[in-house]
């Protein structure tokens, strides 16, 4: 693992003039990529500003005068619903699906990864086959069955199976994680008096750490863009997540609101952009070790 | 709380002295020792929560579905067993001829050109160089909020009639429109879109390639190796196994697009049915046209295709992927 974290330092040396010129060779090329990466990023930034006839004519990032109206007309809302109530009701499914997949998922890969006992194996073959096994097909029994249990129109259906590790990939990944402590630590402890409950308590939920949080931050943004699910469990406007809010007001007040609807989005994705900024170093070191999908 | 094992277990492992974990599992198969029913009993503890959600919301609704998928359910007015009649009307179903299509253009076209986009980036990623760390986040970061529907949006715009992208192809002599309009193009903005996220995969491929010893490399380049060489006879190989994890992955993730199709074509994939993908069509006919039985026929024929494409994929990788340390039969 170390070996892989640091193994091309360079030594401080005066470079060559063939190396400079290497190097800026390569941050220019690179920039140009990036140049071409970000443009919808930064397009979307500054059209948020933008009057609405410059939003679609004008493809400069730069607008060729400024409004603050399309802010105003997303804090607004839809329906006389306000902006923040949107916020908060997708605040409140990302923060449960994480404690959720917290709990769930440390729970069931310590038994799975670490204990040993009669149909361990099946149960881990299966949490494999969900892993890859396309979703759609249990979403109609799925939606039957959480309308026979009166559910639907509130979340729990979209935050129930995270607090019963069902998500395969999170299950998975504590798996591994956990596969990779050394055996010594909970044959020391089990020799010193400690049981199970201990052991996971006190050893093993503090070295997942890192899992912990790579699986929350992916488990907020996740959340946070999921649309499928509202979609289909969510009828009530007040109870609409951002994605859900954004798709509606896409279909009527946004065909004539074009800044309003770049405001909104833009604020919508403010909170993911500033999750990554915060995480970065943590997300990208837990996506090459995990093999996550953004 | 639990059996105390510090007496009973190093006997339990029976007269090989001090227990290995190897050791303890076989032991545990010819019997049960106290400690290991302790074991059992927490690990049933700790499965519960999974248990009863894999038999209530995963294991039970898919045999609920693969027998709706033999009746003729609709959510209001019910139905009844039809036998295999769903499987044959969908290829009678010019519906389902115009999903198979869409989707598999687009799984075509989006998984190459991500992955090579992602593993082209990738390689001028892991060089030693100033400011990398900020270049990694920039190229990551449209992973995040691509799947997003404030971006499908903002896609809509950009490639409207007029947007930037019809401006900046009319520079070039392009006079056909904004992509969004034109069932002949539409499905590029889609996939425009995937290759946007080439970062996910890229930040895997990095992991890859910072593991290829650079011995192998150096040694190649004092046999006189070209680059080229080089790239096709030791990276390629060596980083086979984070390619193939790439392939699958994305594979199977490409066949069930959703929320940006949704957003851009509609539940009925315009225009003319050039973005109607095949999640798409599912949602279609199971939550507005209610035909849940038929519907399910639709569900199980992706898990058919996606299944039969993971197992040639791991056919294939018997073959195409090399494990170094471990002798490749």
Wanted: a positive charge; charged letters at 15%; one cysteine or more.
């Amino acid at each position: 693992m170390s070996a892989t974290a640091a193994p091309r330092v360079i030594p401080r040396r005066k470079r060559t003039p063939a190396e400079r010129v290497k190097s800026l060779v390569w941050h220019v090329a690179l920039l140009a990529v990036l140049v071409v990466v970000l443009y919808p990023a930064f397009w979307v930034l500054t059209a948020s500003v933008k009057e609405n006839s410059d939003i679609l004519t004008n493809i400069s990032p730069i607008p060729t005068s400024i409004t603050w109206d399309n802010f105003t007309a997303a804090f607004d809302g839809m329906a006389g619903v306000p902006l923040w109530r949107f916020f908060w009701n997708s605040f409140v499914i990302a923060a449960l699906s994480v404690v959720g997949i917290v709990v769930s998922c440390s729970i069931t890969a310590y038994a799975l990864g670490r204990l040993e006992f009669p149909g361990r194996k099946a149960m881990f073959a299966v949490v494999i086959a969900t892993l890859l096994l396309p979703g759609q097909v249990m979403l109609i029994p799925q939606y039957l069955i959480f309308s026979e249990m009166d559910v639907v129109n509130t979340i729990f259906p979209l935050v129930i199976g995270k607090f019963l590790g069902l998500d395969a990939f999170f299950v998975f990944m504590y798996v591994q994680f956990l596969r990779g402590i050394p055996r010594e630590l909970d044959q020391a402890a089990t020799i010193d008096g400690a049981g199970h409950f201990r052991i996971f308590f006190s050893i093993m939920l503090p070295l997942l750490r890192p899992a912990i949080v790579t699986s929350s931050i992916f488990t907020f943004i996740w959340s946070w863009n999921d649309f499928m699910g509202p979609l289909i469990y969510l009828h009530e406007i007040e109870k609409f997540p951002l994605p859900r809010l954004l798709q509606s007001y896409n279909n009527t007040e946004g065909v004539s609101n074009y800044g309003g609807m770049m405001a909104m989005t833009l604020l919508s994705l403010i909170p993911v952009v500033l999750f990554f900024l915060v995480f970065q170093k943590f997300l990208i070191k837990g996506i090459a070790t995990s093999g996550v999908k953004g | 709380m639990s059996a105390s094992p510090s007496t009973t277990a190093p006997p339990a492992a029976g007269e090989a002295g001090a227990p290995t974990a190897r050791e303890k599992r076989g032991a545990a198969k010819r019997r049960t020792p106290p400690a290991r029913r302790g074991e059992r009993l927490v690990g049933y503890t700790f499965m519960t929560p999974w248990i009863i959600g894999s038999l209530v919301f995963t294991v039970g609704p898919m045999l609920w579905s693969l027998y709706l998928s033999f009746t003729d359910y609709h959510l209001v007015l019910g139905g009844e067993w039809i036998g295999l009649a769903n499987y044959t009307a969908m290829f009678d179903d010019p519906m389902f001829g115009r999903a198979v299509k869409v989707t598999l253009l687009y799984v075509l076209l989006a998984v190459p050109l991500k992955l090579i986009a992602s593993l082209a980036v990738a390689m001028l990623l892991t060089q030693s160089r100033r400011g990398i760390g900020f270049y990694r986040a920039a190229f990551y970061m449209p992973s995040l909020i691509a799947m997003s529907v404030g971006i499908a949006i903002v896609w809509k715009v950009l490639f409207a009639q007029g947007g930037p992208q019809d401006q900046i192809m009319s520079w070039f002599g392009w006079d056909g429109g904004g992509f969004i309009g034109n069932p002949d193009v539409s499905i590029l903005m889609l996939v425009l879109l995937s290759i946007w996220t080439f970062g996910a995969p890229m930040v895997i491929f990095m992991a890859g390639l910072l593991q290829v010893p650079d011995e192998l490399h150096e040694a190649a380049e004092v046999d006189g190796a070209s680059k080229w060489h080089r790239f096709v006879h030791i990276t390629i190989p060596m980083l086979s196994p984070v390619i193939f994890f790439n392939v699958l992955m994305e594979t199977v993730h490409a066949f069930q697009l959703f929320g940006p199709a949704f957003i851009i074509g509609g539940t009925a994939g315009g225009p003319a049915w050039s973005t109607l993908f095949y999640t798409v069509r599912i949602y279609a006919l199971a939550f507005v046209d209610l035909r849940m039985g038929y519907a399910s026929a639709w569900a199980w024929m992706l898990v058919l295709a996606v299944g039969v494409v993971t197992l040639i994929m791991f056919r294939a990788a018997k073959n195409l992927v090399y494990y170094a340390g471990e002798d490749n039969r």
